[in-house]
């Protein structure tokens, strides 16, 4: 249920409201909007009359029910665009973000030198990934807590903030220092974390799962945002369909559906949803295109030697020219890089 109050309701009409809902024990979301205020109404609302709340107080402009299950993360719940800042580095609303970085940390000489190759053709945010969910209990699975102390090395050299995929509960006392946490796709729906996630300050960056809805994704977000925490960056990583040719299928439509159905700022990784080098730059000038926030791409120096996603990696040379490109998309689209 949402609570729409009229333009320019006195401030102790509504703290006075918010009050008496509050004590009728239903969660509250009060949205600031730059035209209207909403009071989102989250639990269970069932017991509660239209035309009773309407009565209650002469600021209220109309009540409405809202059908979908998501309410903290529903965009009738707060119209405006949430901006995610990451230590000046904006994302959401008309800002545009780059993140990249190699799939894996390998080595501090690898991770500082790939650091300073894509802040200097212009990503804010450097990626790389300390704990690896890997199909193979064979394969490479990551350098864990040292790997997280490159990354900080890297951020100390650079300045970037860092962005990294926390795969366990046990875990999280070592992302004290990360500035963005990731939940990668294959813990999308690993509750637990993610109500642990929603008690914590940093934002999270959700990545949609292998062959989920989004709608199951937004469940997953509004997990996070009713344990507190509203600093939450939805990705687009491709879904599995039954098409080979690609590792997996960039549902390109997700972003515009996703931020119809959301404030959140959403973002699109075309490197893990084509699994090619050169698919890269076309699915990045599309999700500029369609409406995203940013990008997550995967750069190493030397991708054939990789200890993981080698093919699916640019050199910071390839990232540098996809970056120009998108720089011009973004400018002709009016977002702020």
């Known amino acids: 249920m949402i609570i729409i109050l009229k333009p320019n309701s006195d401030k102790e009409k509504i703290k006075d409201l918010l009050d008496s809902l509050k004590s009728r024990n239903i969660g509250i979301h009060y949205s600031e909007g ?9 639990g269970d609302t069932s017991h509660l009359d239209i035309n009773s709340v309407m009565a209650s107080s002469d600021i209220i402009e109309t009540v409405k029910r809202v059908s979908e299950p998501y309410k903290a993360v529903n965009r ?61 209990p064979y394969s490479f699975q990551g350098l864990h807590d040292e790997g997280i102390r490159l990354l900080l090395e890297a951020k100390k050299e650079t300045g970037l903030p860092i962005v990294t995929e926390i795969m366990s509960l046990t875990h999280i006392d070592l992302f004290a220092d990360v500035d963005v946490i990731q939940v990668g796709a294959r813990n999308m729906q690993n509750f637990e974390l993610l109500k642990e996630l929603g008690k914590c300050d940093k934002p999270i960056l959700l990545k949609r799962g292998l062959a989920n809805t989004m709608d199951e994704l937004l469940m997953s977000a509004e997990y996070i945002m009713a344990g507190g925490n509203s600093n939450v960056i939805l990705c687009e990583r491709g879904i599995r369909t039954f098409e080979t040719a690609t590792r997996n299928t960039l549902d390109i439509s997700a972003v515009p559906l996703l931020k119809e159905k959301s404030h959140l700022p959403v973002i699109v990784d075309p490197s893990h949803a084509a699994g090619i080098a050169n698919l890269v730059e076309p699915l990045s000038k599309a999700a500029v295109s369609v409406g995203a926030d940013g990008l997550m791409i995967e750069v190493h120096n030397n991708p054939p030697k990789a200890l993981c996603d080698g093919d699916q990696s ?24």
């Open 34 to 42: 730059k035209f209207v205020d909403i009071i989102g109404l989250i």
């Open 314 to 337: 640019l050199t910071p040379v390839q990232f540098d020219h996809v970056m120009e490109k998108v720089k011009m998309l973004a400018a002709f689209e009016n977002r702020i890089m």
């Open 76 to 136: 009738k719940f707060h119209p405006d665009d949430t901006v995610v800042d990451v230590d000046g580095a904006k994302i959401g609303g008309q800002n545009f973000s780059v993140i990249a970085g190699p799939c894996s940390v390998e080595s501090e000489e690898q991770m500082i030198c790939i650091a300073k190759a894509v802040k200097k053709s212009g990503a804010k945010l450097l990626r790389g990934g300390a704990f690896k969910p890997r199909t193979s």
